[in-house]
């Protein structure tokens, strides 16, 4: 998403109005939340690089998913072949028309192993095929908004992997608002600190002296709804998010980012990379919602969440593939029938308190997954107790009641479950048998709900202290620049605004290029399209055609879509050009990738995000991913729009209209190409970001493409379009425009380009599997 998947419902209002920063675990975020307090520091914006539109659309290389052969004629996808066919069948033809040249590329880049730095030149030359193949295009992360807070900034994690962000046990939430110069001043602090307690203690120090008083409960509002509390059989950050804080990892990170020991006090890897061997903290307790001890946490725990997590393999059990993800010893043999002793999958309590993991060959960021959903232990005793069975026992695989509700899971986290109300209210308490709870520094949370339909709702909470919390969104930030405080002389933004931090969750509009529905797949009266016969066959060839979805792409005023969300000054603050952040890895060494047949040496210290933008550059595709001149001469991928650009938008269109005429498919401002988009009417700010995408594309493309905005009243019926969908027949739109996104499970680019391989958890976005 960071962590799950992520929902962009949610990301839109809570970095517009609420400032959540969440994001996917390795998560699907589509329906991303955030809370108020994630905010950090914000990226610079630049101007998009203007690229020749010569460029667009007139290349005639040929490649798997390419177009246009080098004869010029195009003739589209096989239809009456691929339509005959069974439907993974035809999603695996699709995939190959479509993205067979990125992942050619990139299963070959998952087999280095051994030079890190090539590993990730490779996987950054294969991401760059995948953006020039049109099925996607990134839009933006979560943060970059002006907001106002009353907690500490980095006192939680701000790791961008894994879910330890939500664990919130360590966060410091003041009962003031935090002046702007004070939360710099804190920032400041925790860059100098040598350790998190040290940096919490220098933090309390401040707050004391400028006047500060703590606060012992956290209060913050999201628009997640929740589907179940099994964090192992779950990878949807609208989930984990509320469940993170109810269990502790083998391994966590503290607020400054570093992994500690956790519920393993010590680990040992073998040299050849193959063993991990972690010992079990012991007198830990697991305890019911009512506080009451069920038991020791021991090795055994782990042995049942995997067990658990490969009965659930469809959500999370690509982590632990040899394919997708660590490549647990077995664990695909097991999966797949192969074997049927348990006992060979490669994870083993040796003892109560001895956890060894074997991988079939070395997985270089193995110890990163470790914050992640499917690390979590299980009870297996407290899990028996709720109806829930393995497979791996001979049983007929049931979950029971387990993760039905707070009383129907266990807990060894830093806090217990005291109230869930659905669409309300959920409250936590400090966990009195947590392992470490001289590092709870507040002891009671409440996550209020709030689906941005009241645009100034958070605003005024965070005023009157029910939230901690709020960022500005178009309608509050007039407010905050008027209104100026009891006591004060200074405006409420003058006083205490800053700008929230991006993540790594990047939120993207999805083309799906294998539309089968046009109404909503749990109820045909919500969602219906007013496509005819015709225009969705037209529509169909259009969307199957690279040059349109480019097009498309180049077409969308993402600078304005976020604009309609936090105003014209941070309109490009959040802003994302590939699916990867450009900076999320650094070469430590020189090395030398092959571009299109030419050696090219990059030095060390360079970016992911400039070896993208290599390949994009010899491959004459004008997307702009890497600035060098962004984030004061630093470099970034982030704070400009690289994508949009009239005339390339224009020149791609112009290919694409000549290569569909040639499938009997013409395409003029008298004869359009007919787009279903999804648009929330529920939430101002989102539908207002709705209408900037269909009004640019449909002006910069002359009338020849026609956005038909769907209406959707709630948030129900919004995310059932295409967050709540288990596969990519059920995804009602033509695009969706800042859908789903995509937040890391761990510290390697695979964690997002394996989400878009065959098979893989986001492909349902663009119509397949």
Known sequence: MKKCKAQKVLACVLTASMVFGLAACGNDNSGSSADSSS???????????ESSAEDAGESTEESEGGEVAEDGVYTGPDWAAIDAMSYDEKSDALYDYNLGEFNEHYQAAKQEVDDLDLRMALMAVSEAKLLESGVFLPIQSNGGAYAMTRVVPRSISTVLWGLDEYKWHNVLVANELLKSE??????????????????????????DEKGYTLNDTYNFASSYELATWDVIATSQTSDSYFVACTYTGLLEYDSLNQQQPALAESYEVSEDGLTYTFHIRPGVNWVDQQGRVLGEVTADDWVASLQHLADNDGELGYLMSADGGCGIKNYDAWVNGEIADFSEVGVEAVDDHTLVYTLEAPFPAFLTMLGYGCFAPLNRSFYKSQGGTFSAEGDEYTPGNYGTSPSNIAYCGAYLITNYTEQNVTSYAANPEYWNPEAVNTHAVNI???DGSDTTRSYNEAKDNTIAGAGFNSSTLVLAREEIPEGEEATYFDLYHYTSATDATTFCGWMNVNRATWTNYNDTSVGVSTQTDEDKERTK?????????????????????CAASVGEELKYTSLRNSYTPGTFLTA????????????RTF???TYYGEIMQAQLDADGVPIKVWDPTADDGVGSGDGFDGWYNADNAVAFLDAAIAELAQVGVEVSAENPIYIDAPTPLYNESMNNQKNVFKQSVESVLGGKVIVNLVGYEDSTGYSDCYYRTSNGAEMNYDVNAGGSGW?????????YLDTIQPYAYMDRNIGLY
């Not at 001043?185 to 309390?204: P, Q, T």
Request: no cysteine.
């Open 39 to 49: 905010a950090a520091d914000s990226g610079e914006s630049s101007a998009a690089e």
């Open 182 to 207: 004070d939360r710099a001043e804190l920032i400041s602090i925790w860059g100098g600190s040598e350790s998190a307690d040290a940096w919490l203690d220098s933090a309390r120090a401040f707050l």
């Open 448 to 450: 209020y709900f709030n």
């Open 541 to 561: 060839a259009a969307m199957s055609n690279q040059n349109f979805r480019l097009a498309l792409a180049m077409a969308f005023d993402r600078g304005g879509y």
């Open 588 to 599: 430590e060494n020189e090395v030398t990738v092959d571009i299109n047949g030419e050696s």
């Open 603 to 605: 030095p060390a210290g």
């Open 743 to 751: 937040g890391p499970d761990y510290g390697d680019a695979q964690s």
